[in-house]
């Protein structure tokens, strides 16, 4: 457990905030979105919910075992598609199992009824991605996962796909994410060099940090801290139903197997095989922005990382308790074979500014389970020290 951090300065707590009319939007403006009525939802939503710059989205009562994953497009609604591809619908009240390698969309609680300024980016929560949880929200209308147009009023639906292990869902559970956007908030280059000069957005411990297109480059740490060190793990094939809402529960090694530094300094990734590992860096991301992983990147190999690639502001920052924190990696390799090496480009973080510091910062004293990580599974684990 890390230590209580001190109180970083939030919106809450200086006379005069600095406001941008083009941003992400932080947590006291999610706030007043969800009074306005831009957020919408079927049962009133729970600050526990409300996260620095980002709103976590819960589980409808029911799940729709599909056939095949799919897009509305934009001359249907999610609804119709449901109709013509359900199989069978599973009651989420009481909970219930999603099988592992099949295709569901649950509808959510919350809805969006967006300002034509404003858009919308979803991705699954740092858990989700951990348990190997293909999760993405879809809209009415929608030609994209997880991207919602500015001025989209309607139902949000979850597609959840469990790949490495099945699991236990009820109604609430809260699986992805989202953020608000006005504008093109995205960070300019030299703006993005600036804020690793200021702030050290990546330590590579000395090395330069690689920027390339306004992102900056994480690289795979297979290396560790010696011969009997994990530097990863790999989920086993024919696992038990873990249950998402249980916390520090399972013992890790009856769903993974540890993984250890090879002679030859490499790893190779197979094919249909999930992991977890940990950036070499470590990731700061200052109060008044937020950061994104993109999740597969051609330029760096024929894998994907990282399905949760939000970072919140404070993730990682010494003013909340995250000096040293790491990226875990979700690492799933596409086709063919990979070999991987110590120190490799495995993707590219981009930095996002906020319209507004935000009155919270991801850190312990919300609550926030990956501060100061190194490499770290899920929640749903015991930790070494339980």
């Not at 190997?132 to 139902?155: K, L, M, N």
């Not at 070999?339 to 500014?353: A, P, S, T």
């Amino acid at each position: 457990m890390a230590e209580t951090a001190t109180s970083p300065p939030t919106a809450s707590s200086t006379e005069t905030v600095e406001r941008f009319s083009t941003g992400i939007l932080p947590s006291q403006d999610l706030r007043e979105a969800i009074a306005r009525g831009q957020i919408t939802a079927s049962n009133p939503i729970e600050e526990a919910q409300i996260q620095p710059a980002s709103l976590d989205l819960r589980l409808g009562d029911v799940a729709y075992r599909l056939q095949t994953s799919f897009l509305p497009g934009p001359n249907a609604r999610v609804e119709e598609k449901v109709r013509a591809l359900s199989m069978h619908a599973v009651d989420l009240r009481d909970g219930a199992v999603l099988e592992r390698g099949c295709v569901y969309i649950v509808p959510l609680m919350e809805g969006l009824a967006l300002g034509k300024k404003t858009t919308a980016i979803a991705n699954p929560k740092s858990s989700t991605g951990r348990l190997d949880i293909f999760a993405r929200v879809i809209t009415d209308f929608g030609s994209e996962f997880d991207h919602i147009r500015a001025g989209y009023e309607g139902p949000l639906w979850a597609e959840i796909s469990p790949r490495s292990f099945s699991i236990l869902v009820r109604s609430g559970a809260r699986l992805t994410q989202l953020r608000l956007k006005q504008g093109t908030p995205r960070a300019a280059e030299s703006a993005i060099r600036r804020l690793q000069d200021e702030v050290k957005l990546v330590d590579a411990g000395g090395s330069e940090a690689g920027i390339h297109r306004g992102m900056v480059a994480i690289s795979v740490d297979i290396r560790g801290d010696g011969p009997d060190q994990v530097i990863g793990y790999r989920a086993k094939k024919h696992a038990a139903l873990l249950d998402v809402s249980l916390i520090d529960h399972y013992d890790p090694m009856d769903f993974w197997d540890p993984l250890y530094p090879s002679r030859g300094g490499g790893l190779i990734l197979d094919p249909d095989e999930f992991y977890i590992l940990a950036s070499k860096e470590a990731v700061t991301v200052p109060p008044d922005h937020a950061a994104e992983m993109i999740a597969y990147d051609t330029l760096v190999g024929e894998f994907r990382v990282h399905y949760a690639g939000f970072f919140d502001p404070g993730f990682g920052h010494s003013e909340s308790g995250g000096s040293g924190s790491r990226a875990v990696l979700e690492v799933r390799s596409h086709e063919v074979p990979f070999l991987i090496e110590d120190g490799q480009i495995v993707g590219r973080l981009f930095y996002e500014r906020l319209t507004a510091l935000p009155d919270r910062l991801y850190g312990v004293d919300i609550g926030s389970n990956y501060q100061r990580q190194g490499l770290a599974l899920s929640k749903q684990f015991k930790r070494p020290e339980s």
